[in-house]
T-cell receptor
Framework: DTEVTQTPKHLVMGMTNKKSLKCEQHMGHRAMYWYKQKAKKPPELMFVYSYEKLSINESVPSRFSPECPNSSLLNLHLHALQPEDSALYLC??????????????FGSGTQLSVL | GQQLNQSPQSMFIQEGEDVSMNCTSSSIFNTWLWYKQDPGEGPVLLIALYKAGELTSNGRLTAQFGITRKDSFLNISASIPSDVGIYFCAGHPTGGGNTGKLIFGQGTTLQVKP
């Protein structure tokens, strides 16, 4: 099983709303990632969790708040987003973080539209 | 920062034709990964390469890790309509300052005419 599951598939929210994106993997991976992707561009790293601890925050605005409740789950809490935050948000996992041979497995993403 | 130059940026080919795309870098890489992404979906890992000179196949796909460790190639033989999508190369660079982040190329958009 190499599946990373993301919910919801699509999300439309207003700038004053609070919403959460969810990600789950059951591959026993200890590294989980959030990426943001604009149309026809490569994914951009936002956060990395390693063994349930935040290892990397790529200077992401505080209106994005990640959470890793356990080794299988990863959430991204959204609050007071801007229209330019509209994008495909991807979750990924790998066996460990910072290994030079790690393969990342991606979920199908949440297509977020901020109105 | 480190960059991957992926080419071509886009391709429009006839069904049945072979396709070739590549990624190059000024830095040495430990690992090369090739992903395919369909519209509205996440990238799917196609092939992973770990050694200089390594040649790996996955069905009609073949990828190679360049001898210099600064490039990689992906070939698709006898293309079919479902090959349509964006192909990304990605890799783990070596050397000082490597934090383990995966570096992505800019993508090659493939369109196949039936």
């Amino acid at each position: 099983d190499t599946e990373v599951t993301q919910t919801p598939k699509h999300l439309v929210m207003g700038m004053t709303n609070k919403k959460s994106l969810k990600c789950e993997q059951h591959m026993g991976h200890r590294a989980m990632y959030w990426y943001k992707q604009k149309a026809k561009k490569p994914p951009e790293l936002m956060f990395v969790y390693s063994y349930e601890k935040l290892s990397i925050n790529e200077s992401v605005p505080s209106r994005f708040s990640p959470e890793c409740p356990n080794s299988s789950l990863l959430n991204l809490h959204l609050h007071a987003l801007q229209p330019e935050d509209s994008a495909l948000y991807l979750c990924a996992s790998s066996q460990v973080w910072a290994g030079s041979n790690e393969k990342l497995f991606f979920g199908s993403g949440t297509q977020l539209s901020v109105l | 920062g480190q960059q991957l130059n992926q080419s071509p940026q886009s391709m429009f080919i006839q069904e049945g034709e072979d396709v070739s795309m590549n990624c190059t870098s000024s830095s040495i890489f430990n690992t090369w990964l090739w992903y395919k992404q369909d519209p509205g979906e996440g990238p799917v890992l196609l092939i992973a390469l770990y050694k200089a000179g390594e040649l790996t196949s996955n069905g009609r796909l073949t990828a190679q890790f360049g001898i210099t460790r600064k490039d990689s190639f992906l070939n698709i033989s006898a293309s079919i309509p479902s090959d349509v999508g964006i192909y990304f190369c990605a890799g783990h660079p070596t050397g000082g300052g490597n934090t383990g982040k995966l570096i992505f190329g800019q993508g090659t958009t493939l369109q196949v005419k039936p």
